[in-house]
Nanobody
Framework: QVHFMESGGGLVQPGGSLRLSCVAS????????MGWYRQAPGKQRELVAS???????KYADSVKGRFTISADNAKNTLYLQMERLKPEDTAIYYC?????????WGQGTQVTVSS
């Protein structure tokens, strides 16, 4: 059974940094195009960053230049390095295999940006 476990969230001041991790079990992450999504209170879940075909990467306009997605296939782990965080980055962050159906979602990790 496919399972994703996100971690690394927390409370950080505006301008701060966090590194999120997502460990996969029940599947090899390298088989899929992995990505990070987030869902803020009262809003729909949105794509933050994702690997795409031909070794590409896609970022939401709101995080370009601040967030970096990476993966360590040997550890079956996906990362999201977040820099210069803003209050509007506050959300629950999830990882998923974007080209896998049905989609599998973990519990997510809460990121709160506040002074």
């Amino acid at each position: 059974q496919v399972h994703f476990m996100e971690s690394g969230g927390g409370l950080v001041q505006p301008g701060g940094s966090l590194r999120l991790s997502c460990v996969a079990s029940g599947t090899e992450m390298s088989r899929y195009l992995m990505g990070w999504y987030r869902q803020a209170p009262g809003k729909q879940r949105e794509l933050v960053a994702s690997f795409i075909r031909d070794n590409g990467i896609k970022y939401a306009d709101s995080v370009k230049g601040r967030f970096t997605i990476s993966a360590d296939n040997a550890k079956n782990t996906l990362y999201l390095q977040m820099e210069r965080l803003k209050p509007e980055d506050t959300a629950i962050y999830y990882c998923t295999a974007t080209n896998q159906l049905p989609r599998h979602w973990g519990q997510g990790t809460q990121v709160t940006v506040s002074s």
